[in-house]
């Protein structure tokens, strides 16, 4: 019941003005967790739209289990969808929204109240049927929604910033249970995001929009540890961001980033000149002191206690900086300002990006 | 302390001040039509109901009455459909020029509805048409489909359009969209509206002159004349009578279709 979502060359651009989306290509598997990811006006959501139906490519092709659906309306699409703010008809019950899917369909009385009852038992919204969606808490509202998308078994589901009006704690709880019905249902889903943290916490994969392009398509994973551009690295996460010169160095080759900060690079990247890499704080190993066989001496300039982990700003010969995070192990409060610190790093965890 | 009270009471008093300025003349209406002396009379000498009697069995009071609640009822239909198309077509057919055509929309207003009448009336010569009674219906709905258009567009205005999405995307063509999601949630503009042009159409005086045949009068025209050479206390229980009936058709609309059928979210 699942299908494979796909986009060939998919643009929009509006009264001939500049595009929104630009020519992206993707393919969403069927049964995946794939979340758009990117900062406002990066063409997620307009891509949803257009999956959707609501809105119609300029130009490209979106298929929907191999069949063209570019100009199919959005009636006959057979896609569920949570919107942004619920979108609940605010003059009908829950169980006339959650039931308005089937009665288009014109599926008979008796299966529709027991279709209804099912979906709002697996939303544990059971004995709420008959209040109106203004009586109902912002989760109440969202779990609703869900139901209300779910109950037509639809191909495909497209969420647009689902959980984005809760808060924190009821969006982690739903963070879980949305993932957990996707699964059990096997629904191929599709969710726009701008939360980083979330995308990562809940997708197979994660497409990374940017000016209306796609970034990077990856797991969570890759997305977070090997960042194909500058733009996903800054996006994504704290990162430390270099830009230098490529030297060679002994056997391999090293990155200049000025003369006095050189970093070993773990292989020559396929472009010459100037180039980007990236650097996770917790990636980073700091300790006291000096060490020659550390990559490079820092100056710790101030530590950031969190609780787990303490976040380091160290400054670098050259006048850089560099933020290390490091782990709370129980050895006593964090190093002072103006200590002197080794650091060193597996050369393959600085990555190298694409500008 | 004694400074809030004083604010409190002269807020209350201006409450009340307007209130009974607002409503004494329908008072002094009642006490017109109740008293049974041919003039006004205050205090009032007495209670009958002589002058509802003699209205009542006048048959030229009663088809004027009549074909007055014909041609508002006309009218409010008619106006109704057409004002809520109107505004439809503004805030949703993305035509250009909608604030140019929401002006002429509701130009009406601006204009005298004497003059309204008056163009109105030559059109109908020059066209020979006579004064048939649609001629009446469409005078009567160029003054109140404004209120319409204008009842409507504000509920268009707040209105979300991602619940028509919603309803797209279960499955629901544009056609029961609008039945289903669409029409139920600006119900309360449109019914606003048309409860406008009841009133407006059932006591409408400067456009009916014009327009009205001899011997078929609405009842504002029949009133006007009956002034003109009777002053007597059938004038004050026709007055009774129709804002008695015109909060009937009110009350009735607001509990038969429904003003506050929804909850607001």
Redesign the interface.
Known sequence: MSARIELSAVSKSYDGGARAVDAIDMTIEPGEFFSLLGPSGCGKTTTLRMI???ETPTDGVIRVGGADITRV?????????V???Y?????RTVRENVA??LR??GMARAAIARKVDEALAMVALTGFEDR????LSGGQQQRVALA??IV?QPRVLLCDEPLGALDKKLRQSMQFELKQLQKTLGVTLVFVTHDQEEALAMSDRIAVLNGGKVEQVGTPVEIYDRPATRFVADFIGDTNLFRGEIVPAGAGVALKVSPELVLPLPAAPAASGLVSVALRPEKVRLAAGTDANAITPGTVESANFQGGHVLYRVALPGNRHLLVQSRNDGSGAPLPAGAPVSLSWAPADLVILKD | MLSIKIGRFAYLAANWAVLIFLLLPIAIIFVFALNPTPYIEFPPVGVSLKWFDKFFASSQFMSALLLSLEVAALTTVAATVLGASAALGIARGNVPGSRAITAIMLSPLMLPAILTGLALFQTYVLMDVGRPLWGLVVGHCLVTVPYVVRTTLAVLHNFDLRLEEAARNLGASPQRTFFEITLPLIKPGVIAGGIFAFIVSFDQFPVSLFLVSPGQETLPITLFNYLKYDLDGTIGAASVVSILLAALVVIGLDRTVGLRSYVKL
């Open positions: 959707a139906g609501f309306p959005a009636h006959k699409r057979d896609m569920g969808m919107f942004q703010n979108a609940l008809f605010p003059h308005f899917g288009m369909r109106r969606p203004g009586q209300r998308a037509i």
